[in-house]
């Protein structure tokens, strides 16, 4: 069993931003906390600390589970459904979704170059279907069963552009409205021999 954290750590989490999970405190709590997987210090300055899931799940007295791989900043400790995961989420997937997306805004802030929070970073360039498949479910679209409705985000070959599915055009039009709204370009298209329906979304630059 993983051992709680020291007082002095505890005070750190419970000092944390409720929204965002930033962390402030001394260097050795805040280096502890990232070794323990409850932090995570940001790659760009000026390198401030936010809490993972787990370190949330402490804050707010949960249990803690294993996570999936690969968070917004690579912590490893989120991963976004892009849609025909096996595994339901867990309870507390809202709320990590939420911390999730509010880490990538700050990142945009911290690493565009004019700071604009209105439009993709390079991690989400780089990135392309953990972040159109963020932005979908941060903002409360749901994300397909294996065998059910909701969206699907795929890789394609073109540079920088994602594709996404949905059951109807209802909900590729409300998929496109979101990225949009993200700082995403998305348009309709139809596959030639398929007939089937999708969008093709774009990180905007400008």
Excluded: K
């Amino acid at each position: 069993m993983t051992r709680p954290p020291t007082a002095a750590q505890r005070r750190v989490i419970d000092a944390a931003d409720p929204v965002t999970g930033r962390l402030s405190g001394a260097e050795a709590h805040l280096a502890a906390l990232v070794r323990r997987g409850l932090a995570f210090r940001h790659p760009r300055p000026p390198h401030d600390h936010f809490l993972t899931p787990a370190g949330h799940r402490i804050r707010e007295g949960t249990p803690q589970t294993p996570e999936p791989a690969e968070a917004p900043a690579g912590t490893g400790v989120f991963a976004a459904r892009a849609g025909g995961e096996e595994e339901p989420p867990g309870p507390s997937r809202m709320r990590e979704v939420r911390s999730a997306w509010q880490g990538l805004v700050e990142l945009r802030r911290m690493t565009n170059p004019d700071g604009a929070t209105d439009r993709p970073c390079g991690w989400e360039r780089t990135h392309l279907v953990q972040a159109a498949a963020l932005a979908l479910e941060a903002a409360g679209h749901a994300p397909a069963a294996p065998d059910g409705d909701g969206y699907r985000v795929r890789a394609t070959p073109q540079p920088e552009a994602v594709a996404v599915y949905g059951p109807d055009d209802g909900t590729l039009r409300a998929c496109a409205a979101t990225l949009e709204g993200a700082g995403w370009q998305a348009g309709e298209y139809t596959e030639p021999r398929t007939r089937v329906r999708y969008l093709l979304a774009s990180p905007r630059r400008v």
